[in-house]
């Protein structure tokens, strides 16, 4: 990226986000955690037994990409089951588990899913909620841009009854929150994080493409507010509805590409340690168990 549009860019985030900037003075190694496809439930239990490690001290922070063995669902930590057909999930045999963060259910198929773990006891994630989403929203953003992508960043934060899992619509794409991602509307990264008393894990979906008829039998009992979906216009969009040369592998790239210059660090790439994967088998049973993903 040339240096004219580098600070073109950096102008119209700091337009986007008013009083938000980037500190570049946190010079460091992170670990990247590159694509693998994975079982639902250990994805949950990697991203957990990482997010864990790091507020132990012991795990640096770490961008992990990874995708699905087979389409999954999950649904958000304080999510109600009954937001979704688990009945019809089990007779196409879609793997459903309940996610560490919050948020509403994603249909995980054709996307890069991401999660991200770091310390907030020091700069620059030692700020509130909002501020943390600011700055990893920054990041995804400038990503996109480099993708060529004309993408907004939404500003505000959904009402109480647009978020509430008892009275919002179940998709987590059926609506922009804060500091995600939408072109003409349409969202194109859902994200939602869990806080630790010194960390923080944010996981995140970027569809490629976006199977219609597996959201119409995972959301098509009792769902409110998905006509949208019935209608073929849904909010929701595949990156490659934009531009169909957009890979995996571009997006990867553009993402790491923009984690290192926004947060001025270097992403070394690495892979989950002994001690991570034996925390993570460990997790493992909370997350395949009905007991954890049937809870409310």
Known sequence: MDTIFCRGVRIF??????????????????????????????????DEAVALMVEAGSSPTTL????WAVPSVTIGAFQRIGAIDTEACQALNV???RRPTGGRAIVHDDELTFSFSTGTRAAPFSE??????????????QAFQRLGLDCAITQRRLKRSEASPATANPMCFSAASYSEMTIDGRKILGAAQKRYRGALLEQGA???????????EVFGTG???LDI????????AGLREFDDSITLSSVQTAVVEAFEEVFNIRLHPGRLAEQEMSLAQELLRKYQSRQWTFRK
């Open 128 to 141: 509130s909620l909002l501020y943390n989403y600011k700055a990893i929203g920054t990041a995804f953003f």
């Open 95 to 97: 793997p459903v588990v």
């Open 223 to 225: 769902a409110s507010g």
């Open 64 to 67: 992990r990409f990874y995708g």
């Open 206 to 216: 970027i569809p490629l493409s976006v199977n219609r008829p597996l959201l119409l």
């Open 13 to 46: 985030l700091y337009v986007c986000y008013n009083d938000f900037i980037m500190e570049t003075q946190y010079t460091a190694i992170w670990r990247l955690i590159e694509y693998a496809a994975g079982d639902a439930c250990f994805n949950m239990a990697a």
């Open 229 to 236: 979906i019935n209608a073929g216009n849904a909010d929701v």
